[in-house]
């Protein structure tokens, strides 16, 4: 096994395993704090004391993860397109 095959088996491997952490953590922890409001679901007004609902999050100060995203949009797919 020479040093060139040595650094590219474990680039793999190290690719491989961030992938499957950061699908298990959308499997564990589906959503992040909006980035929006920062997870308050409100939005503070500079002035008094007053404040409005966070249009992105829709005031709920939860976004869903981009993986955990992708991965209901294929699991929503009809059987026939998932195959191809
Ligand atoms: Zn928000």
């Avoid at 060139?4 to 190290?14: E, G, H, N, R």
């Avoid at 308050?40 to 995203?69: D, N, V, W």
């Amino acid at each position: 096994m020479t040093p060139s095959d040595l650094a590219s088996t474990s680039l793999i491997v190290a690719t491989t395993i961030v992938t499957l952490g950061y699908f298990l953590t959308c499997v564990i922890w589906p959503f992040k704090a909006c980035r929006t409001c920062h997870g308050a679901g409100k939005l503070r007004s500079p002035f008094l004391r007053s404040y409005r609902l966070c249009p992105a999050c829709r005031a709920t100060g939860l976004r869903l993860r981009a993986g955990r995203k992708a991965w209901n949009v294929l699991r929503r797919l009809p059987r026939n397109h998932r195959d191809r």
